[in-house]
């Protein structure tokens, strides 16, 4: 299995334009999660789906962020507009029984 | 909500020896409890987990160990190699999907 697949690995924006990160999960999982990783606050639960639908979105930082998951095998976490507080690395993950989750390897976002 | 701690924050030891990263949790009805090792640039991978109807488990020089009562586990690695070094992170899960991390260990294994 290839594993969960981000895109892109890296990006870099400037200040108010529009950021989209696409994830697609491991075939056969029905739960998907996004992340945020960063030094001052490490890892946190941003958003989750059990079977395209958004289960609990408490941490969603505020309306700027949205995530949509349109079918099993694709997400998308959008920022609009960023700032440079959102500098980040953004990892999905996915799970079969929504124990155990799976990791991608994340995109590191950077906002100037 | 779930607050989990998680110590130390760094951990160094020689090449062989066994290295022990402790997490407590504040939520009794908390009760699933994974371990993540992250290496620099990639995502967390799944190491082991236990769920609170167990006191322990074990995979080959890795090793779990929760105790309910006092609300802490903990992961033991014995054997270590240069390949161990990274960062180790535990959470606590009480709803399903819902995990809350520690902070993270970086562990440095000594050649």
């Known amino acids: 299995d290839a594993g969960v697949i981000q895109s892109p690995r890296h990006e870099v924006t400037e200040m108010g334009q529009e950021v989209t990160l696409r994830c697609k999960p491991i075939?056969?999982?029905?739960?998907l999660f996004w992340y945020r990783q960063t030094m001052m606050r490490g890892l946190e639960l941003l958003i989750y789906?059990?079977?395209?639908?958004?289960?609990?979105d408490s941490g969603m930082p505020e309306d700027r962020f949205s995530a949509k998951m349109p079918n099993a095998s694709f997400s998308t976490l959008k920022i609009q507009p960023s700032e440079p507080r959102d500098s980040a690395v953004y990892f999905c993950?996915?799970?079969?029984?929504?124990?155990?989750?799976?990791f991608g390897p994340g995109t590191r976002l950077t906002v100037t | 909500g779930e607050n989990v701690e998680q110590h130390p924050s760094t951990l160094s030891v020689q090449e062989g020896d066994s290295a022990v990263i402790k997490c407590t949790y504040s939520?009794?009805?908390?009760?699933?409890f994974p371990w993540y090792k992250q290496e620099l640039g990639k995502g967390p991978q799944l190491i082991i987990d236990?769920?609170?109807?167990?006191g322990g488990k074990k995979d080959q020089r890795i090793a779990v160990t929760l105790n309910k009562t006092a609300k802490h586990f903990s992961l033991h690695i014995t054997e270590t190699q240069p390949e161990d070094s990274a960062v180790y992170f535990c959470?606590?899960?009480?709803?399903?999907?819902?995990?809350?991390f520690g902070s993270g260990t970086q562990l440095t294994v000594l050649p």
């Open positions: 993950a996915s799970s079969r029984d929504n124990y155990e989750q799976y």
């Open positions: 236990i769920r609170s109807n167990v």
């Open positions: 959470a606590a899960s009480k709803y399903r999907g819902q995990l809350t």
């Open positions: 939520d009794s009805a908390s009760n699933y």
């Open positions: 075939s056969g999982h029905d739960y």
């Open positions: 789906f059990n079977n395209n639908v958004p289960i609990d």
